[in-house]
């Protein structure tokens, strides 16, 4: 459902993303790793048509992100790193707001905010404005609107930042669920989360892929935890 060509993006003399080919499948949740600056937000950028690669192209949903892009939006659901709102609405008017865009109306409209807003547990700060919620409310607002129109892929940058235990548990338990069926990338610090909800996980550094396996298949290879590989990966690509 993703598939990733060769993409590369620098601004001025930073490469941010130099060259990077993988694809995501249905009921596959990908983890996307890496230290600050890998590149991680960049790709995720570029596959939610924010910004232009300058060289390579991806698809989604079969909808080329270059020849396409309307359509590759219309696809996914995407929670941005910093969850960006219009804080001056509600939260219930900003959802509507959102449906509006999606062209989502009448009891169709009505149904997905009955499903998604207790989904997302911002049931007590509906009529609330936006930039009076905590960070993990605003976090959560923003994940309703990546899922107020079912989309079957979804690109979530750092989705459970600034969330407490019990929140960052009901939002990891909701990706699981969706993972059965829709094509997720995750990108996340918390190794531990990679671990509880990632089928595969990439690490890139320095905007290049440096590994593709699954969680699983890289202890066992490398007889270490998670947190134990990345560190060794990260810092021997680095030092080479």
Request: net charge positive.
């Amino acid at each position: 459902m993703i598939e990733v060509k060769e993409l590369r993006r620098r601004f001025g003399p930073v490469v941010a993303v130099d060259g990077i080919s993988f694809s995501v499948g249905r009921g596959q949740v990908l983890g996307l790793l890496g230290p600050n600056g890998a590149g991680k937000t960049t790709a995720m950028r570029m596959l939610a048509c924010f910004i232009r690669p300058d060289s390579g192209t991806a698809s989604v949903c079969g909808h080329d992100i270059l020849k396409d892009p309307l359509g590759a939006r219309r696809s996914l659901g995407y929670l941005a790193e910093n969850s960006p709102a219009y804080g001056e609405m509600t939260v219930g008017g900003f959802l509507n707001f959102i449906c509006d865009v999606r062209e989502i109306k009448g009891a169709a409209r009505k149904a997905r905010l009955d499903q998604i807003v207790p989904m997302c547990s911002i049931d007590s700060v509906y009529h609330q404005s936006i930039e009076t919620l905590s960070k993990g409310y605003k976090r959560r607002v923003g994940l309703a609107q990546a899922l107020i129109h079912d989309p079957q892929v979804l690109i979530l940058d750092e989705p459970t930042d600034g969330l407490d235990p019990n929140q960052k548990h009901d939002v990891r338990r909701l990706i699981t669920e969706m993972g059965k069926d829709k094509c997720i990338i995750v990108s996340t610090h918390i190794l531990e989360e990679v671990e509880a909800i990632c089928s595969r996980t990439i690490i890139v550094a320095r905007g290049k892929v440096l590994v593709d396996s699954t969680p699983k298949q890289l202890k066992e290879k490398h007889h270490a935890s998670l947190e134990e590989i990345f560190r060794t990966i990260t810092k021997m690509k680095k030092s080479a």
